[in-house]
């Protein structure tokens, strides 16, 4: 499969989140729903992400609803919740 270039940022693929370096977020993706493609940033580069850890991972979840009210493909809440 060949990479993408989208608005001068390569990408692996449609959907499959990547690091950032040096940007204001932690992660970029380039997100496709059905015909739709949109380019997601998201996370805090100066946070450490710690999901091995039950309980963050249990509140992280709550905080952002991610079982109770399952967010679009295309927002940057569906992908912190995949991630974690």
């Known amino acids: 499969m060949a990479s993408i270039t989208y608005r001068g940022e390569r990408f692996s693929g449609y959907n499959q989140?990547?690091?950032t370096s040096g940007g204001t977020k932690k992660f970029a993706v380039l997100a496709k729903d059905k015909e739709k493609v949109r380019l997601i940033r998201f996370g805090d580069p100066n946070m450490t992400i710690k999901k091995?850890?039950?309980e963050r991972r249990k509140s992280f979840r709550a905080r952002h609803k991610c079982d109770s009210n399952p967010?679009?493909?295309l927002t940057a809440r569906y992908w912190s919740c995949k991630k974690w």
């Open 71 to 73: 967010p679009n493909k």
């Open 17 to 19: 989140p990547k690091r």
């Open 52 to 54: 091995n850890n039950p």
